[in-house]
């Protein structure tokens, strides 16, 4: 089956820098990957997905890009807030079946 | 409703009892995904569905838990004999799933605890 590995585990980020968070998967067949923010109390909400068919993809301040070859995607946040903080999950996915998800990266943007 | 609702928000049970968690899918959506949380980790496949039927249930940790969905809507998930290790939060999320890739939404979780 997939197995996706998620680093760092913890990330400090002082205001106004970018975080960059890496996932590694194992599983060639995947072709689409999400990441998911989770605040404190909350489900995960999805704030960007890329898939298999393009290796970037930007939404205002978040980016991923995506490497097929080497399996590792990974998810950029630029001019870090405050509310950014939170947990941040990665996941890999193929063809309408479960989703495999990362182990979690806590982010924490120091004002 | 307009998301994926989860009934109850928590539970506290004695160890040994049963309880049933409850996930309202958005409307249409053909999967259907359980996953547990526990405190400070990741999320935990527990059970697939697509339509009724469950292609994957391979993550169910114990035959202690159960899963059945009706009317390619709600699902409920159940815990038999709940132990004090299965205080998590449980999470369902819903997906279209017409053999693409379509992203997950999640509801807010059922916080479990077993006391």
């Known amino acids: 089956g997939e197995n996706v590995e998620q680093h760092p585990s913890t990330l400090s980020v002082q205001e106004g820098d970018s975080a960059v968070i890496k996932c590694t998967y194992s599983?060639?067949?995947?072709?689409?990957f999400p990441w998911y923010k989770q605040e404190l109390g909350k489900g995960p909400q999805l704030i960007i997905d890329?898939?298999?068919?393009?290796g970037e993809k930007k939404d205002q301040r978040i980016a991923v890009t995506l490497n097929k070859t080497a399996k590792h995607f990974s998810l950029h946040i630029t001019e870090t807030q405050p509310e950014d903080s939170a947990v941040y999950f990665c996941?890999?996915?193929?063809?309408?079946?479960?989703?495999?998800f990362g182990t979690g990266t806590s982010l924490t943007v120091i004002p | 409703g307009a998301g994926v609702s989860q009934s109850p928000s928590n539970k506290v049970t004695e160890k040994g009892k049963d309880v049933e968690l409850r996930c309202d899918p958005i409307?249409?959506?053909?999967?259907l995904y359980w996953y547990r949380q526990r405190l400070g980790q990741g999320l935990e496949f527990l059970i697939y569905?697509?339509?009724?039927?469950?292609?994957?249930k391979s993550g169910l940790p114990s035959d202690r838990f159960s899963a059945e969905r009706t009317g390619e809507s709600v699902s409920t998930l159940t815990i038999q004999r709940t132990q004090q290790e299965d205080s998590a939060v449980y999470l369902c999320?819903?997906?279209?799933?017409?053999?693409?890739?379509?992203?997950?939404?999640f509801g807010q979780g059922t916080r479990l605890t077993v006391v």
């Open positions: 569905f697509q339509g009724n039927s469950a292609p994957d």
């Open positions: 409307s249409g959506h053909t999967a």
């Open positions: 599983d060639s067949a995947s072709n689409y």
């Open positions: 999320a819903s997906s279209l799933a017409s053999g693409a890739n379509t992203e997950a939404f």
């Open positions: 996941a890999a996915s193929k063809g309408g079946n479960q989703f495999y």
């Open positions: 890329i898939r298999s068919n393009v």
